[in-house]
């Protein structure tokens, strides 16, 4: 199974600051299709996670742009520009180019 | 608007069975692959199942390989997980959550989730 293992586990931001969580999986992601299934993940308390990011790059519908992903091969980023205070709760990456799905272990994004 | 509705959760004994149900809506279900997620109290998200658009492959967690079957009814947009043989490690909220292709390529959109709790 692909490991994902997430820094740092908690991030403490002022509001209007910027904001980095890293993303490193166990092997490469680059599927044999030529795509890299890695997806970023918000979960705010009590409710499900919502996709953010997908393709490593790629803002989902909806999603504001001061979020950003950026990595290749097994070294990943997602940047929030300028965190906001809906943007609290717990963000995890996650691999889908090989089976089992696996997930990192999640980072906590509070305010200072 | 997509939709994704889970029921069937509760309370069961070791060893027991529930049976989960995901409702869908709002867009070609037949076209896209389904997964589970579950999420025990206070911790991370496990990958439990999939299975594709036709439903002719399904995948699961070592976990539950061999207790747990997924399937889809692709008349009634809907998809299920039986669970059989349940350990009190399988309580969690189990979310059902839509994959953006055919295949599983990572889900897009997410259920509310069903809390599952194995217990005596």
């Known amino acids: 199974d692909i490991v994902m293992t997430q820094t740092p586990l908690s991030s403490p931001v002022t509001l209007g600051q910027p904001a980095s969580i890293s993303c490193r999986s166990s092997q490469s992601l680059v599927h044999s299709d030529g795509n890299t299934y890695l997806s970023w993940l918000q979960q705010r308390a009590g409710q499900p996670p919502r996709l953010l990011i997908y393709k490593i790059s790629n803002r989902f519908s909806g999603v504001p742009d001061r979020f950003s992903g950026s990595g290749a091969g097994t070294d990943f980023t997602l940047n929030i520009s300028r965190v906001e205070t809906e943007d609290v709760g717990v963000y995890y990456c996650?691999?889908?180019?090989?089976?089992?799905?696996?997930f990192g272990g999640g980072t906590e994004v509070e305010i200072k | 608007e997509v939709q994704l509705l889970e029921s069937g959760g509760g309370l069961a004994q070791p060893g027991g069975c529930l049976k989960l149900?995901?409702?869908?809506?709002?867009?070609?279900?037949?076209?896209?692959?389904m997964s589970w997620v579950r999420q025990a109290p206070g911790k991370g998200l496990e990958w439990v199942s999939a299975?594709?658009?036709?439903?002719?492959?399904?995948f699961y967690a070592d976990s539950v390989k061999g207790r747990f079957t997924i399937s889809r009814d692709n008349s009634k947009n809907t998809l299920y997980l039986q669970m059989n043989s349940l350990r009190a490690e399988d309580t969690a909220v189990y979310y059902c959550?839509?994959?953006?292709?055919?295949?599983?390529?990572?889900?897009?959109?997410w259920g509310q989730g069903t809390l599952v709790t194995v217990s005596s």
């Open positions: 149900s995901c409702a869908t809506s709002g867009f070609t279900f037949s076209s896209h692959a």
């Open positions: 299975i594709s658009g036709s439903g002719g492959n399904t």
């Open positions: 959550a839509k994959d953006m292709t055919t295949v599983t390529r990572g889900p897009d959109y």
């Open positions: 996650m691999q889908a180019t090989q089976l089992p799905l696996t």
